[in-house]
């Protein structure tokens, strides 16, 4: 069984920077097409970034692109979502998922497996 576990969120100002992390457990991560959501309160979960299963192709929104960058680290088996930049609507929970697929998945209900989520909270 495939496990996520995210960490690395936390609280900064507007203009900070953040990196996320996502641990992948019960097989290799090179295995998987991996994306990244996040919630805001109120709000339902939305999609951040996608990256393929080769880890060559990656797919994040217009609204993102420019501050987000998402990868991997094989040996480590660990999925990152660099943020920069981030603004006070940047405020959610983000969640990390994997899917046994090729490309880059963006529809949420594809995906197989997900992590708990962790809290990043942008004052400004």
């Known amino acids: 069984q495939v496990q996520l576990v995210e960490s690395g969120g936390g609280s900064v100002q507007a203009g900070g920077s953040l990196r996320l992390s996502c641990a992948v457990s019960?097989?290799?991560?090179?295995?998987?097409?991996m994306g990244w959501y996040r919630r805001a309160p109120g709000k339902e979960r939305e999609f951040v970034a996608a990256l393929s299963r080769n880890g060559a192709e990656t797919y994040l929104p217009d609204s993102l692109e420019d501050r987000f960058t998402i990868a991997r680290d094989n040996a480590k088996n660990t999925l990152y979502l660099q943020m920069t930049s981030l603004k006070p609507e940047d405020t959610a929970v983000y969640y990390c998922a994997a899917k046994r697929a090729e490309g880059t998945v963006v529809m949420e209900s594809l995906y197989d497996y997900w992590g708990q989520g962790t809290q990043v909270t942008v004052s400004s």
């Open positions: 019960g097989n290799t991560i090179s295995a998987y097409a």
